[in-house]
T-cell receptor, first 110, second 116 residues
Framework: GEDVEQSLFLSVREGDSSVINCTYTDSSSTYLYWYKQEPGAGLQLLTYIFSNMDMKQDQRLTVLLNKKDKHLSLRIADTQTGDSAIYFCAEILRDDKIIFGKGTRLHILP | EAGVVQSPRYKIIEKKQPVAFWCNPISGHNTLYWYLQNLGQGPELLIRYENEEAVDDSQLPKDRFSAERLKGVDSTLKIQPAELGDSAVYLC??????????????FGDGTRLSIL
């Protein structure tokens, strides 16, 4: 069945780069998304990548997609305290169904 | 542009009571989604509307949950009667789906439901 997996926790020092990884199982995905969720809030769309792309860069964010290994990563450059949140990886399948991972909680160390 | 608006933000009720959540999607978005998010989990789809038609309600527990989107804009999600296991965050999202493809889903802040 379809599944999206992420590590649950990541700790990074302020100013360093954060790399959040995600693996998915369904090769028919059309888009892959990264959402950010702060406490008590809904999911905020950070960025997304089409399944026929390898990389997308948007300011401090870099998304890398390895379709062969079904691996997606989100790199946050110069991590700030405001980046502390839960990051969800999600894939959109051809039938428009969206599958979310369980989220990676990013903790920023001073 | 106003985002997806949900109300109430918080709801506390006793088990077996009814409860309703309301969602106003982003203007122009024809597709609306209701999700359930348990603590430490990602959102799970309950129901998806395209305009006023429910196109995917396979994960909606129909014995106690119901939803409607009468005019293809606002939507309500109802639980009757509520059970202890229904305590969770209920998220609404909307997107524009057309021939050019599906645009990303935008989420509201959710309603946090606590069942006593």
């Amino acid at each position: 069945g379809e599944d999206v997996e992420q590590s649950l926790f990541l700790s990074v020092r302020e100013g360093d780069s954060s790399v959040i990884n995600c693996t998915y199982t369904d090769s028919s995905s059309t888009y892959l998304y990264w959402y950010k969720q702060e406490p008590g809030a809904g999911l905020q769309l950070l960025t997304y990548i089409f399944s026929n792309m390898d990389m997308k860069q948007d300011q401090r964010l870099t998304v890398l997609l390895n379709k062969k290994d079904k691996h997606l990563s989100l790199r946050i450059a110069d991590t700030q305290t405001g980046d502390s949140a839960i990051y969800f990886c999600a894939e959109i399948l051809r039938d428009d169904k969206i599958i979310f991972g369980k989220g990676t909680r990013l903790h920023i160390l001073p | 542009e106003a985002g997806v608006v949900q109300s109430p933000r918080y709801k506390i009720i006793e088990k077996k009571q009814p409860v309703a959540f309301w969602c106003n999607p982003i203007s122009g978005h024809n597709t609306l989604y209701w999700y359930l998010q348990n603590l430490g989990q990602g959102p799970e789809l309950l129901i998806r509307y395209e305009n006023e038609e429910a196109v995917d309600d396979s994960q909606l527990p129909k014995d106690r949950f119901s939803a409607e989107r009468l005019k293809g804009v606002d939507s309500t999600l109802k639980i009757q009667p509520a059970e202890l296991g229904d305590s969770a965050v209920y998220l609404c999202a909307s997107s524009l789906v057309n021939r050019a493809g599906n645009q990303p889903q935008h989420f509201g802040d959710g309603t946090r439901l606590s069942i006593l």
